[in-house]
Structures are given as C-alpha cells and as structure tokens.
C-alpha cells in the first residue's frame, strides 16, 4: 500500500463506533452531560457514539480504563473536576490524570446545590449547617466516592464546619439519589444536572448552591458565601479525553464535533434547564482544556493537603 496503516486509519477516522467511557453510573450528572453531546457529535462523526457507564472508586475505575486503552480514537474519557482532584487525593493512583490523557476540550461548567431529604429537619441553609454541627457522626452525608465532585464539596463543608459527619459513597450520584429520595440518607452535595427536577417537585429539600452567584433556575436558593460560609465554591466542570499518544488529526477532529455539539440548540437549551451552559468555542479546544487541567491540577492541591483526606 503507498499509505501506512496508521495514516490511512487517521484520514478515515471514524470507521466505527466510538465509546466515551462516563466513569458514573448511568442516568446520574456525569451521565447526562455525556449522553447530551453524544448525539450531535454521532451525527458530525457519521459514526455511533455509544456511552459506557464505568462507576466505582470516585471516578477513577472508568479513567483508568482510558489511559490504558488504544490512543485510536475509539476509546474517550468524559470526567469532571475529579479528574483534576483525584491527583492529590489518591497517593497511589495506577495512572496520572496529567500524563495519561490527551484533552479533547472542555464542555460545561455544572453548579451544585446542597439538598436532603424531603422529612430531614432543617428548613433552611442555617438550620442545616446548625443541625450538622450538633449531630455530628449521627448524620448520613452520601457521596460518589473519593475522587467525585460531591465528595470534594462534602470535604469542603465538613472542613467549613469543623465537623465530620458519617459519609456513605456511592457509584455514582444517580443510585445516592434513589437513597434521597428513599429518606436512606440525609444529605448530599450534587449537580444542577441531578437535582433541579427532584427540587422542582418539593421531592427532596434544596438549602443552598456552590457558585459564588445565585442561579436563574434557582434564584431562591441562597449562595454558601451569603449564608455564612465565606469563600465556598465548587463547579463540576467537565472534559472531554482521548488516550495520551492519540494523533492529532483525530484529537482535532473529535474536537470539531465537540465545538459543533455545544452550538447545539437542543444542547444549550437541555443545559440552560439544568442550571447550566456550554464553554466558549475557544475553550472547546485541546490546548485550553489540557491547560486548565493543570491550573485546576495546582489550585486542588493545598486544599486536598491541608484538608488531610486521602484514599490509598
Ligand atoms: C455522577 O455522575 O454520578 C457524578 O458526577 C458523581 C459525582 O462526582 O458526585
């Protein structure tokens, strides 16, 4: 042949379906964000994309898969903030979230609102944070495992507070929510994307969000810094990855289909329901999102180090 292999695969690029690997189980935020773009990129890329649910260990399970797959294109990475936090908070990850990855772009930035149960005893953010500190190890606060963003905001608001109250983790924020809604649990710190429907119907109770501004969807809830809690701020910002070795022509070209899905209007509609809009053309780019990784890399840190909770 007068094309190698490897050039003839890249010209073709996509000759078939292509997994991105959520590293959260299915119908959670992670999910849904994912499931979102996947349908205006099938139709630019003329091929299937298919999602594949990978949930365990915050996040890390799934991520791994990736920097250990083929870098062929086949194989994609949708993860959040996680990917920038589990760097400091496992001591002993099998794979480097800097190293291992190849971005594709960023996507969303996903606010977070502090919810209970629908019969927990607290009607407001106040009444919430007094109840935590007197309850202490008595109250349940679930999570997604080391590694996922409502674990990283638990952190933040136990380390706020001064308290530690008894964590339960998840697979993902999907099943924590079945257990909400089910009064198995008391609190959980989640995603816009997860909770804006269960607080529209009064099925669970919403004290709070983590942006540093009130949000259109929800302008009752009041900001953690309003409340008391100065400086609190969590976003669950996401990316899109390739397998570090990915050639470019087909980084470039999964980024084009990224670029074109967020200028989706059924897309920007979808996230401005859930609290949410796509990032600007430019920061749907490889280099702004392996750029960012790093910063957030840095910034996440000296929280995770003085705040002392590490898996191993
Ligand atoms: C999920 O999709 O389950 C979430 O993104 C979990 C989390 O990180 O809290």
Redesign the pocket.
């Known amino acids: 042949a007068l094309f190698s292999g490897t050039a003839a695969a890249q010209s073709d690029y996509p000759t078939r379906p292509i997994t991105v690997i959520?590293?959260?189980?299915a119908g959670?935020?992670?999910?849904?964000?994912a499931r979102l773009v996947a349908e205006p990129m099938t139709r630019a890329l003329g091929q299937q994309v298919i999602i594949e649910n990978v949930?365990g260990a915050?996040?890390t399970l799934g991520a791994r898969r990736v920097a250990t797959a083929d870098p062929d294109g086949y194989t994609l990475l949708l993860h959040?903030?996680?990917q920038a936090t589990s760097a400091s908070l496992y001591r002993k990850l099998s794979y480097s979230p800097a190293k291992d990855f190849a971005g594709i772009g960023l996507i969303t930035d996903v606010p977070m609102t502090i919810i209970s149960r629908a019969d927990f005893p607290a009607t407001s953010i106040k009444e919430l944070i007094e109840t935590i500190k007197t309850k202490k190890q008595d109250i349940t606060l679930a999570?997604?495992?080391v590694?996922?963003?409502?674990?990283?905001?638990g952190m933040l608001l136990q380390s706020a507070l001064g308290v530690q109250v008894t964590t339960v983790p998840?697979?993902?924020?999907?099943?924590?929510m079945t257990d909400i809604l089910g009064s198995q649990v008391d609190i959980l710190?989640?995603?816009t994307?997860?909770t804006t429907g269960h607080i529209g119907t009064g099925k669970v109770k919403a004290f709070a969000v983590t942006t540093k501004e009130r949000l259109k969807t929800l302008p009752n809830l009041p900001t953690m810094d309003e409340s008391g809690v100065k400086g609190f701020e969590v976003v669950?910002w996401h990316g899109l990855y390739a397998p570090k070795g990915t050639p470019k022509p087909i980084v470039d070209k999964l980024a084009a289909a990224l670029q074109g899905a967020l200028k989706d209007e059924k897309v920007i509609a979808r996230l401005a329901d859930l609290g949410a809009e796509p990032v600007s053309q430019e920061a749907a780019t490889p280099a702004a999102l392996d750029k960012y990784l790093a910063d957030e890399i840095a910034k996440w840190k000296p929280v995770i180090e003085s705040a002392g909770v590490y898996a191993d």
């Open positions: 959520v590293p959260f189980t959670g935020p992670t999910d849904t964000v949930g915050g996040g959040h903030i996680g999570n997604a495992g590694g996922a963003v409502s674990h990283l905001c998840y697979k993902g924020t999907g099943p924590a710190c989640d995603q994307t997860n669950a």
